[in-house]
């Protein structure tokens, strides 16, 4: 249940928790849950009848001693509760301290962090940070097997005193002539059976405590709301024809992290902790016709991958409305909305499995004949045929196994095999060589053919071939039209273009 909960999230959260805390969460947290479940609740119920048999019998043999033996109980509770309580803050501290520890590896550990750690020669570094982290997690776990033990101790001795006054009490009735000396005997050989399950119960408590500690952190990401979901009555886009339009549109990314896990520790860090919400689009309005390519253009972090995140709601905007086919995508089924939509971004992540695998990703219905047409498409095909495994090559994690252009027409022949109507691209902006620049391209014109595509541009050839450009600034569209009308119009674009092309000799990227 957590890990659909999970995969239901917005893109919104995943962009502000760290991955690591949600693999430890789904890791101890869980586990530490059924802990209560199997362990302990079994216990309970041997402990409950044993005790209550025993309970029976000893009043049977005397009920003053009976009364004596249990007086001892408000001993057992009364520490029970402040260890139940010490140990539920101890073990917080320990699950807190193994998610940050499970984070630190998860970030390290991975292609990239292995990368960037041996690149910076940082190696000592991050064993130090680990071995802090580490030896937190074992301190935490020493201190709370410290408390639990000295807490059995104690409980151990309370016994004992329960054993002698019953021995005391006892002997000098026996003396007195009251009881028969066999009676104390047999009286004092149940008593383990009376402080045995009481202690367990007690201890169950205990272990209770700590376990409730995992079900609260378990259910902190259950309860988390799911942003962006079907509304009720969502309906299904059929036959997509491909119109975009949008409407008056404002966005803001949201401010900070989740709440709920940002707050507790430093295990989870906002990305963003400032509380201005800034406008990354303001009052967009576009509309692409079906089979239309529309080119955006404009400087780092006008805007351009947010208006290509709202598409396929990623991310809701906060006013104005996006239409497909005339239906606003709010009121559209999101596994609808992601069948017509095809998104190839800047960068590729590939699955650490099979090239098959990776394509089948986007159709795992598709067949091996409609998977080698995707790839000879993509100009991809004869370079996984000439693969010793073929289309069995593992790809290694994030595709490190293959070249950055190479990467890029696997992720085209994955958009050609998924065949969507609306295609959204961000062309990357790493310089491939010509050939491979040659076979992305050719890659591209085929998936772009008869699809409405909205392109973030880098390459002059894109922006030749669109229909239309939006020049985006700071959230706005500020230009439109096609390259002669804005270069023409003498502004932004056509200073963008001097500065890129022109001064480059023509060829080069945006
Ligand atoms: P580039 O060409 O450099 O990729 P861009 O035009 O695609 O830039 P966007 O990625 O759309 O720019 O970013 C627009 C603005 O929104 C930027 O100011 C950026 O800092 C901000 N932004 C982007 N992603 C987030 C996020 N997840 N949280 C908060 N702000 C963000």
Known sequence: ALYAHLQRMSLHFFTSTRSGELISRLNNDVVGAQRAITGTLIDLITNVITLAVTLVVILGLNWQLTLLATFVLPLFIVPARRVGRVLRR?????MEANAEMTALMQETLGVSGALLVKLFGRREDMNVRFHEKATRVGELGVRAAL?????FVLISLVAAVGTATVYWMGGYLAIRGVLQVGDIVAFALYLPR????LAALINARVDLATSLVSFERVFEVLDLPVAIADAPDALSLERVQGRVEFDHVWFAYPAGGMPMLSERGDGVRPLAASATRRWALEDVSFTVEPGQLV??????????????????????????VIRIDGHDIRQVSLASLSA????VTQET?????????????????ATEAEMIAACRAANIHDLIASLPDGYDTIVGERGYRFSGGEKQRLAIARVILKDPRILVLDEATSSLDSESERLVQEALATVMRGRTSIVIAHRLSTILAADRILVLDEGRIVEEGTHADLLRRGG???RLYQTQFQAKGVTGDW
């Open 90 to 94: 101890v073990t917080r501290a320990q």
């Open 147 to 151: 408390v639990g033990r000295a807490f």
């Open 194 to 197: 009376l402080y045995g399950p």
């Open 295 to 320: 080119a955006l253009v404009g400087p780092s972090g006008a805007g351009k991958t947010t208006i290509t995140y709202l598409l396929p709601r990623l991310y809701d905007p906060d006013r104005g």
């Open 340 to 343: 017509a939509i095809g998104m």
């Open 349 to 365: 992540y590939l699955f650490h499995d099979t090239v098959r695998a990776n394509l089948r990703f986007a159709r795992p219905e």
């Open 492 to 494: 932004l674009y056509a």
